[in-house]
DNA sequence: TTATTCATAAACAGCT
DNA sequence: TAGCTGTTTATGAATA
């Protein structure tokens, strides 16, 4: 079985199915495939992830804030008891320095799921993006599971520490009952917390918007809509300050937290900071301040910082307007100081650097499949000749296996590297062509005026043939293909239509459209000449003339010129598709035969065999030709002749060179049974 | 910005 | 006369 990740759909398949499935991925149009913008997301998975970070941190510091109180709490018990009974317990000072972990500590170095072990998952299988936005925020939320049941459990200890110590001591006053009774009640709240998470995570799979895998511990926390949790929260912290007495809550800075504004907003990104208390700052690192580095980084490079542009600050989730640099640097030295925040928000950033790193080499392990498998494809079982254009004369250059280094294909995966880059080569399926409904304007194919090949259309004949998809060639190249496939290499006008309906399922709607324009356009181009024959009007293709549509804008030797339209055409559709492809949300591009190019020696050895064939066939005189035939038995004679090329003025890295060749034996070929055509083409 | 190519639509004429 | 065939023009989009 095979997991297709060609799309962003995981789907298994048999090895059979395998490339009827890819080939449904060529098929499907744009519009059923619903795109993802995978770039967006991503920058979504991070806002998110700085969000949820957010309103952990905010936990973290009411703990921190509710743990100082403990600390206190048991500080002066300890006093208490010193004084009262003088019994001091030696367990008790073993469990404090544990207490005194920071809980940020915990925080920083997540143990749910390790780099090593996401990227054993992402290795294993490609997740998409809203997967991995799933297991971001389900790492984070664990992350601060665990970090809840550490506290709280810490806090259990304790508290049956306490109860023995009480016990022992065979005291209770009132003061330790209240501490007591203090200390379960923020246990209760850290439960109620946990709660609330709970029932949060409950909701999001009612609604669908978080799965979870089973057996997974997982609490997760997804990104909360903004002040959502705020306000829980704070009414949690009022419950925790309620716990205390009234001048540890009143007397210090608590009312300053503003729970209300929201932990990560953009509008006020100054806000984004929460107001700690001072004893929650118990190691006073919110107070320090590092500013040499950035300072000396800003010395060398005044006004330049990876964190600010365009006047606002770019710390992740921060946003903050800084009119100028040295409120930037002021800004970026109180708000992002060396904090446990920033440090953790530096490990989430890390961690989103990190994903999307492993993200972008398996989208490149994807695209080098995509490729392979678009290479590979003339070798399935359909048995598609190879994709050379070998309509129009073809010119091997002695060049072609001394292409510079930087111009051979890069895809030592596969023997049938192309001859042109990874990412060129002719278009057979693009996305737009998979837009069925409505007229198309964009073409990648026959720009450059090169036909579509033949084995473009074969290769992908059966899916013509049944898809209303429109073929993304031009009606001049499907013309000349059609009269070129017949066997005396001309058609009347109704043989056209058929054979446009017979191959194209698209052209099998609208008749009254396209045969308007298979009209317009044998009028139109001077390369389609009719002749009358005892059956009437036939049209015939001068390849001269079909050549001559597009000069291409390249100085030096003319039949340079002429070799570099045939052989830039394979470059720049693919280049346009892609791009195309690319602004169409990434969907994935799909080309058959034209990505299928062998490498140089055997592309060498393939022409001259298919073009040997071809001569053969023709000069034998044989109309074997039939509707399902290959096209490549269809092709016109050709000569094979070595030209030397001069690789400074080949713009491409292509050798494989057609010439626009209108020799007397092509003339001869073609067999015209009127002199007058051969006087037109000349 | 300009020129070119292409798709589409439409009008028109000639022929069967 | 209707339909087919072929020509021509116009327009807009895409692209070099």
């Known amino acids: 079985m095979f997991q297709c990740v060609f ?90 320095p544990a207490l005194q972990v920071p809980v940020s500590v915990a ?60 016990q022992h001591a065979g005291k209770q006053p009132k003061e330790q009952q209240q501490v007591a009774t203090q200390q379960l009640a923020f246990q209760q709240q850290l439960l109620q917390m946990q709660q609330l998470q709970q029932q949060h995570l409950l909701s999001l799979q009612r609604q669908g918007l978080l799965t979870i895998q089973p057996g997974q511990p997982a609490l997760p926390l997804q990104p909360l809509p903004q002040g959502m949790i705020p306000t829980e929260l704070q ?80 710390w992740p989730g921060c946003e903050a307007v800084c009119e100028d640099f040295p409120s930037f640097l002021k800004h970026l030295n109180s708000e992002h100081a060396l904090d446990d925040r920033s440090t953790a928000q530096c490990r989430v950033q890390m961690q989103v650097v990190q994903q999307l790193e492993l993200q972008l080499a398996k989208d490149k392990e994807r695209l080098q499949a995509m490729m392979t498998h678009l290479h590979v494809k003339s070798t399935e079982p359909k048995a598609a000749p190879q994709p050379l254009n070998l309509v129009s004369s073809v010119t091997l250059s002695k060049s072609a296996s001394e292409a510079s280094p930087q111009s051979l294909p890069h895809t030592p995966t596969t023997p049938t590297a192309p001859l042109t880059p990874v990412t060129q080569g002719p278009s057979v399926i693009t996305t737009t062509s998979m837009h069925t409904v409505g007229p198309i304007r964009r073409r990648y194919s026959d720009k450059y005026n090169v036909p579509i090949s033949s084995a473009d259309i074969a290769q992908n004949q059966e899916f013509y043939k049944n898809a209303e998809v429109r073929p993304p060639f031009t009606y001049a190249s499907l013309i000349r293909q059609a009269i070129l ?76 010129i002429k070799n570099m339209q045939s052989s830039h055409a394979y470059c720049t559709p693919l280049n346009a598709a892609l ?32 073009l040997n064939g071809a001569m053969e066939h023709t000069n034998s005189n044989e109309s074997d030709s039939s509707p399902g035939r290959s096209p490549m038995q269809a092709v016109h004679p050709v000569h094979v002749k070595e030209e030397p090329l001069d690789p400074e003025e080949a713009e491409g890295p292509l050798s494989l060179v057609t010439t626009a060749n209108h020799s007397p034996d092509f003339d001869h070929d073609r067999d015209y049974e009127d002199e007058a055509v051969n006087e037109d083409i000349e």
Not at 43 to 60: D, N, P, W
Not at 241 to 258: F, I, K, P, Y
Not at 526 to 555: H, L, M, Y
């Open 579 to 610: 791009q195309a492809s690319m602004a169409e949300n990434s969907i994935p591009l799909y080309t058959t035969a034209s990505m299928g190019n062998p490498t140089l020696g055997n592309l060498a050895s393939a022409i001259r065999e298919e």
């Open 235 to 314: 009414q949690l912290w009022k419950e925790v300050t309620s716990a205390h007495t009234a001048e540890e809550t009143t007397g210090n800075n608590h009312s300053s937290l503003d729970l209300t504004t929201t932990c990560v907003s953009s509008s006020a990104p100054s806000k984004t900071s929460l107001i700690m208390n001072p004893h929650a700052s118990t190691n006073g690192q919110l107070s320090v301040h590092t500013p040499k580095r950035e300072s000396m980084s800003h010395e060398e490079h005044p006004h330049s910082h990876p964190l600010y542009g365009h006047g606002v600050c770019k």
């Open 7 to 96: 799309s962003s759909v995981l789907q298994p398949l048999s090895t059979s199915c395998l490339f009827k499935h890819l080939f449904y991925h060529s098929a499907t149009p744009a519009s059923q495939k619903q795109p993802e913008p995978i770039y967006s997301k991503r920058t979504e998975i991070q806002r998110q992830t700085v969000q949820a970070h957010s309103v952990k941190l905010f936990i973290f510091s009411a703990l921190q804030v509710a743990r100082q109180l403990l600390l206190q709490q048991q500080q002066q018990q300890q006093q208490q008891q010193q004084q009262v009974s003088g019994l001091k317990s030696p367990k008790r000072n073993d469990k404090q």
């Open 107 to 166: 925080m920083m170095t997540p143990q749910v799921i390790t780099p090593q072990q996401m990227q054993q998952i992402l290795q294993q299988q490609v997740l998409s993006p809203q997967q991995l936005q799933v297991l971001l925020q389900q790492q984070q939320a664990l992350m601060l599971q665990q970090q809840l049941q550490e506290f709280y459990k810490k806090q259990q200890e304790q508290l049956q520490l306490q109860l023995l110590q009480q």
């Open 485 to 560: 496939e017949s066997p005396e290499k001309q058609l009347t006008l109704n043989e056209i239509y058929n054979w446009f309906t017979r191959m194209f399922a698209y052209f099998r709607r609208n008749a009254a459209t396209w045969k308007n324009a298979v009209r317009h356009n044998l009028s139109l181009h001077k390369c389609f000449v009719r002749v009358e024959n005892v059956k009437g009007a036939v049209w015939t293709v001068d390849e001269v003339e079909f050549q001559k549509r597009r000069p291409q804008k390249i100085s030096g030797n003319p039949s340079l």
